[in-house]
C-alpha cells in the first residue's frame, strides 16, 4: 500500500473523520448484503451457501447431460432447505412474518440472484416453482390458497415432492397472452368446456418450463366459443385422465436442468373446486402474475450476470499473460470495471422493483429489459477477456451466455416488455 493509498490517507484522518468514510475492505456482495435489514441478510447467506454447496459442483455435468439429468434429488434438497415452500409462512411453508410484512417478493429476488449466480438452468428448476404456484395466491381466494399451498408447502417441505409449473404459452400465441392488445387477437387452441360438476378441457400447451416434472400446474383456458377475456386459471393434476406430457424436453440453449416441455389435454374433466379464482378472471391473474415474476427473471439475470463477472475475476487472476497476472493488466481492470458497474446497476434496477409492498408491471417489466440486457452483455464481456477458454465448456462462460440469452426471451421477450412499461405509464406521464 502506498502512502498515496485511499484506505492508508484515511488512516491519517482524525477519529470522527475516519467514521464518516466507508473504507471497509471487504467485497460488494458484502457491501450490499449489509444494507438489507438482518432478517434478508440471513437469508442472502442461506441462499448462497446452498447454491455453493448444492448445485455449483453439479452446474457444468447437468448442462453436457441435456435429457439425461435427473432433477428430483436436487428438488428433494431445495425443498428440504426450505426454498420450495416460501409462500406460506412457517411452521408449515418457509417465508418469514417480516418478508410477509415488508416486501412480498425481495427474498424471492434474493434468492434467484444466489442460485442462477452459480446455475442459469439449477436456478430455473428451483426458482419455477414459485411462478406455479404465485396463481394459487393471486387468484386471490383465501381458502383456496390455504388448502392447495399447505399441501404443496407441505409436501415439499416434509413429504413427497410437489413440484409446480405455470402454462400460458400456446403453439399460436407466445406474446399474444402477455400483451393486452395483442390477447385481443390471440389464435387461442386450449378451451374449456363446462359440464356438469366442473369443465372438460382440450388444447395444447407448449415450452412449459418445468413441465415434464410438476405435479400440479397452473393453466388457462378460455372458456369455449369466448376468447382471452374468459381466461379462467385451472389446478391441473398431471395423474388427470387424459393429460400428458408431449414433446418432453426441448433442446434448449441455456437453462437446460428445467426442461420446456409441451403439455397435451384431451378431454381432461377438471372439478369446479380446481378453478382457480372466479371464471373468466384468469386474464387478469396472468398479467398480476407476470407483473410479480418478471421481477424475478431480473434477478435471474443478474444471477447469471454476477456468475459470470465472478468467473471472469477468478480466471484473471490465477492466469498471467507475459509473465504478469491478466488482472494487473490496465485494459482487463478497464472491461472488468465495466462489468461491475453493469451488475451494480442491474442490482439496483431489480432491487427497487422488489422495494414495492406490492410489484407493479412498468417497474418489474423494466427491470427485466435492463437486467436481462445487462446479462448478455456482461457474459460477452466475460468471453472477450477469457478467449479460448471462455469458448470451451470448462470455465461456464458460454454457458453463462447461453443462459442469459433465455432471459431476453422468456417471461415474455424484451420487445413485449418494453410495451408493457409502456402501456402501464400511458395514462400517468406519457399521454
Ligand atoms: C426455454 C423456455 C421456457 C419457457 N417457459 C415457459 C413457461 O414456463 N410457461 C409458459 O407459459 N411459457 C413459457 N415460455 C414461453 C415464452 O414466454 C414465450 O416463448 C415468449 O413469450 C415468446 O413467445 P413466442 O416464442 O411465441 O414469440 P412470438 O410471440 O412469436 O414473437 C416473435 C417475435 O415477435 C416479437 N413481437 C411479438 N409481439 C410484438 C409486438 N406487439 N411488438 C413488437 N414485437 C413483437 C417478439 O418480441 C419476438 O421477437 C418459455 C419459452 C422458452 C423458450
Not at 417480516?98 to 442460485?115: C, D, Q, R, S
Amino acid at each position: 500500500m502506498t502512502k498515496t493509498d485511499f484506505r492508508y490517507a484515511v488512516s491519517t484522518l482524525k477519529p470522527l473523520g475516519r467514521w464518516l468514510v466507508n473504507a471497509d475492505n471487504i467485497s460488494t456482495w458484502e457491501h450490499d448484503t449489509r444494507t438489507l435489514p438482518l432478517p434478508y441478510r440471513r437469508l442472502r447467506n442461506k441462499y448462497r451457501t446452498f447454491a455453493r454447496e448444492h448445485l455449483g459442483p453439479i452446474a457444468l455435468e447437468v448442462d453436457r447431460d441435456i435429457g439425461h439429468f435427473d432433477p428430483l434429488p436436487v428438488l428433494r434438497k431445495a425443498g428440504r432447505a426450505g426454498l420450495l415452500s416460501e409462500f406460506m409462512v412457517k411452521p408449515i411453508g418457509s417465508a418469514s412474518f417480516y418478508g410477509l410484512f415488508h416486501n412480498i417478493t425481495f427474498p424471492a429476488v434474493l434468492k434467484a440472484e444466489e442460485l442462477t449466480s452459480v446455475c442459469g438452468g439449477l436456478g430455473l428448476l428451483i426458482l419455477d416453482h414459485d411462478l406455479g404456484v404465485a396463481p394459487i395466491m393471486l387468484s386471490g381466494d383465501v381458502f383456496q390458497y390455504l388448502k392447495w399451498m399447505s399441501k404443496i408447502a407441505y409436501a415439499n417441505k416434509y413429504g413427497e415432492m410437489c413440484p409446480t409449473a405455470f402454462a400460458i404459452t400456446e403453439p399460436s400465441a407466445g406474446s399474444d397472452v402477455e400483451d393486452s392488445a395483442g390477447a385481443s387477437s390471440a389464435r387461442l387452441m386450449t378451451y374449456a368446456e363446462p359440464v356438469d360438476g366442473g369443465y372438460v378441457i382440450n388444447g395444447r400447451k407448449v415450452f412449459i418450463s418445468n413441465g415434464g416434472i410438476a405435479k400440479y400446474v397452473t393453466l388457462f383456458a378460455a372458456i369455449k366459443g369466448e376468447g382471452a377475456e374468459s381466461w379462467t386459471c385451472f389446478l391441473i393434476d398431471r395423474d388427470m385422465k387424459g393429460f400428458s406430457v408431449g414433446r418432453h424436453v426441448e433442446k434448449k440453449m441455456g437453462q437446460r436442468a428445467s426442461d420446456a416441455s409441451e403439455l397435451v389435454l384431451e378431454d381432461v374433466f377438471v372439478p369446479a373446486s380446481r378453478v382457480l379464482g372466479r371464471v373468466r378472471s384468469g386474464w387478469a391473474v396472468n398479467r398480476n402474475v407476470l407483473a410479480y415474476s418478471r421481477v424475478g427473471v431480473a434477478a435471474i439475470s443478474l444471477g447469471i450476470a454476477r456468475g459470470a463477472l465472478e468467473k471472469t475475476i477468478d480466471f484473471c487472476k490465477t492466469h498471467s499473460l507475459a509473465g504478469k497476472r491478466l488482472m494487473d493488466y490496465q485494459d482487463i481492470q478497464l472491461t472488468v470495471a465495466d462489468m461491475m458497474v453493469d451488475v451494480a446497476a442491474a442490482r439496483g434496477i431489480t432491487w427497487q422493483a422488489a422495494r414495492s409492498f406490492i410489484p407493479y408491471q412498468g417497474a418489474t417489466a423494466g427491470a427485466k429489459v435492463f437486467a436481462s440486457d445487462t446479462a448478455y452483455r456482461v457474459s460477452n464481456s466475460a468471453m472477450e477477456i477469457i478467449g479460448d477458454y471462455g469458448y470451451v465448456n470448462e470455465y461456464g462462460i458460454e454457458k453463462a451466455l447461453r443462459d442469459a440469452r433465455l432471459t431476453q426471451i422468456y417471461e415474455g421477450t424484451n420487445q413485449v416488455n418494453r410495451l408493457a412499461l409502456i402501456e402501464w405509464q400511458l395514462d400517468s406521464e406519457l399521454s
